[in-house]
């Protein structure tokens, strides 16, 4: 069983719509938790992490469910902009330094 | 600011070939980490470094060495290319450990090995 894993979609969805993404993680000890953005071609940059009350940054909110093993990213409000692969990342453990594990991302196309 | 910065862009070898892929970063940042990413998969991590001088293998190492002399550069060497390793590679860095800390890439390295 894989690290992490993420549907890949596609989700096509129009502007101004709400959409969600979960990633779930195999090993229960994991400490981290973080999304990614990754424009087509490009870099992934960080967007958020994930913090065990939930967080929110604007339009982007994401929740740790650990009973479940799982992550979620929602965007409200969707603008063209929001067009990316997010990626779900993960530390399985505390004392592996370095050793990030990332989902192989969920692909978004916001359409006008 | 350049933050991370990775040269070339673009290779192509031949399979045997030899190269290195320099990386650069000017935040002084202890941790450094070399990624690949293929189609359908996560990125994954070939070597990193947590300082000057020290270097540790990631998942995916074999097939690569690196070497940390300077701070500021990590260089990933392919002694003699194979065509599985055509991939897109990353470079990064962090102030911290990533496991807490934001992950700084450069733009990648487009590798073709024919």
């Known amino acids: 069983r894989k690290e992490v894993e993420q549907d890949p979609g596609p989700f096509n969805v129009p502007e101004g719509a709400t959409v969600a993404f979960n990633c779930t993680y195999s090993?229960?000890?994991?400490?981290?938790f973080f999304w990614y953005r990754q424009d087509c071609r490009k870099e992934p940059k960080l967007l958020m992490s994930?913090?065990?009350s939930g967080n929110e940054d604007g339009r982007f909110t994401a929740q740790l469910n650990r009973a479940s093993q799982y992550i979620s990213l929602l965007i409200r409000d969707s603008k063209l902009s929001d067009s990316a692969t997010y990626l779900c990342?993960?530390?399985?453990?505390?004392?592996?330094?370095?050793?990030?594990?990332f989902g192989r991302g969920t692909q978004l196309t916001v359409w006008p | 600011n350049a933050g991370v910065t990775q040269t070339p862009k673009f290779r192509v070898l031949k399979t045997g070939q030899s190269m290195t892929l320099l990386c650069a970063q000017d935040?002084?940042?202890?941790?450094m980490y070399w990624y690949r990413q293929d189609p359908g998969m996560g990125l994954r991590l070939i070597h990193y470094?947590?300082?000057?001088?020290?270097?540790a293998k990631g998942e995916v190492p074999d097939g690569y060495n690196v070497s940390r002399l300077k701070k500021q550069n990590f260089l990933l060497g392919l002694e003699s290319a194979a065509p599985s390793q055509t991939s897109v590679y990353f470079c990064?860095?962090?102030?911290?450990?990533?496991?807490?800390?934001?992950?700084?890439f450069g733009s990648g390295t487009q590798l073709s090995v024919l």
């Open positions: 090993n229960s000890a994991s400490q981290s």
């Open positions: 935040m002084n940042h202890e941790y």
């Open positions: 470094s947590v300082g000057e001088g020290t270097t």
């Open positions: 994930v913090y065990s």
């Open positions: 990342v993960v530390n399985p453990t505390s004392s592996t330094l370095g050793r990030l594990y």
């Open positions: 990064a860095s962090s102030k911290e450990t990533a496991t807490n800390e934001k992950l700084f």
